[in-house]
């Protein structure tokens, strides 16, 4: 237990504080809990269930603890407290942390756990047996990539994709991403799926990456003879786009970063724009603001073969771009040029795009199901 109400504390204090019935992804997540001598002891995973946050911790050695939910009633601005038992669903956590513990022993369940943050910005975790300190631990979040290659009619195409999505999940994984997953992009409700699918897990991806042809609606995901819709945006689509919105907001944390390796995805290039009857249309600004996330992709055309060293450039800040490219935030934007860097780039307030009034948001039904017991998918793996 003491554990489960550590991991669900760090989840709060990492995020601002909000009201418990709104289950969103800025108060879940997934959590590594690292003990007093350095090694990882367990995982946790903290979902909005109703009106109440509850937290669920699983031991390397494959022990579930009781579930525990947010006491809102002694829960302050500085202090934090799970300590209220959750009703059983059935539902298991997903195995996702690596490596063991070493035979590393857990302290007995805890009534309460206090969480702060330390000047260095880690959360470190006290807990108590009434006045008696069972345990002091610090919580890691847990970092997760969803790599999506776009299904489409040439085989060729298709292996292109899948290979660059192959190689930049393993990099995300060299960096330290726990989950680096790779989704074989059929349909807009093939991710919408998955992505709600994080959410139902608590494991929120930090890093979305599409991958394939495109144009100004967005990503082109699959073929007609696949069901569901291609592509969908504020102009086409509408409504699809405001549920493909919904399971972003959803199924990542408010810190991700999306980008669309494909043609357009960032609208117009400069000498497109010069043209009287350019596509004013800027899909990547478009979900920055509706999702509050970062979202980039080139402006005109482009090739997926640049796809891993635009997402370092342009997510990371590392390295160089190739050609043009639109980073955006929701209230910020910025134009990154050829061979040009991420700070290096002026950032300015994102112009007004003038769009067709939106159709209502229709939220997907979130899965019922028990997930998949492990999440890492095996990497290039296009059956998902």
Not at 304 to 312: A, G, K, L, P, Q
Request: aromatic share 6%; net charge positive.
């Amino acid at each position: 237990m003491n554990r489960t109400a550590l991991l669900a504390v760090a989840a709060l204090l990492t995020l601002a504080p909000v009201a418990l019935g709104q289950s969103r992804p800025d108060l879940t997540g997934a959590y590594g809990v690292v003990g007093e001598d350095g090694r990882r002891i367990g995982q946790a995973s903290i979902s909005g269930e109703g009106d109440a946050l509850v937290l669920r911790v699983r031991l390397l050695d494959g022990t579930e603890r009781p579930a525990l939910k947010l006491d809102a009633a002694r829960t302050t601005a500085a202090r934090f407290l799970f300590a209220a038992p959750a009703e059983p669903t059935g539902t298991g956590l997903a195995t996702i942390v690596e490596g063991g513990s070493g035979g590393a022993t857990t302290p007995a369940a805890a009534r309460t756990v206090e969480v702060t943050r330390g000047n260095d910005g880690a959360l470190r975790a006290v807990l108590r047996q009434g006045e008696a300190v069972v345990a002091r631990e610090r919580l890691v979040r847990v970092r997760a990539a969803l790599l999506v290659h776009a299904q489409t009619y040439d085989s060729s195409h298709v292996n292109a994709f899948r290979a660059y999505a192959t190689t930049i999940a393993r990099r995300y994984k060299s960096a330290g991403y726990v989950t680096a997953e790779t989704l074989l992009g059929t349909s807009v409700e093939v991710v919408v799926e998955r992505l709600l699918r994080a959410e139902a897990e608590g494991h929120p991806f930090e890093r979305l990456v599409f991958i394939g042809h495109g144009g100004w609606d967005g990503p082109v995901l699959g073929t007609y003879s696949d069901p569901g819709h291609r592509q969908a945006s504020g102009v086409y689509n509408q409504e699809m786009f405001g549920t493909l919105v919904d399971a972003i907001r959803r199924g990542t944390t408010p810190a991700a970063r999306i980008f669309a390796s494909a043609c357009h995805a960032g609208g117009s290039n400069v000498y497109e724009r010069a043209r009287p009857h350019d596509n004013k249309y800027v899909w990547t600004d478009d979900l920055a603001v509706r999702t509050g996330r970062i979202a980039a992709g080139p402006a005109g055309y482009t090739s997926t073969e640049y796809t891993e060293r635009h997402v370092w450039a342009v997510l990371e800040g590392e390295g160089t771009t190739v050609q043009e490219v639109r980073w955006a935030s929701a209230t910020n934007a910025r134009t990154i040029r050829p061979k040009g860097t991420l700070t290096g780039s002026p950032l300015l307030p994102r112009p007004t795009i003038a769009l067709p009034t939106p159709a209502a948001p229709t939220p997907a039904a979130t899965p019922t199901t028990t997930p998949a017991a492990v999440v890492d998918l095996p990497l290039g793996d296009p059956a998902q």
